[in-house]
């Protein structure tokens, strides 16, 4: 359904937006 999908959708990109904020800065400095 919809409402699990994105659900589901967030499960995975949630994590993966902080683990990507959390790397970035290192690269850049």
Not at 1 to 29: G, K, R, T
């Amino acid at each position: 359904e919809w409402f699990s999908a994105v659900i589901a959708n967030w499960q995975l990109w949630i994590p993966f937006q902080f683990l990507n904020f959390l790397f970035v800065p290192q690269i850049f400095q």
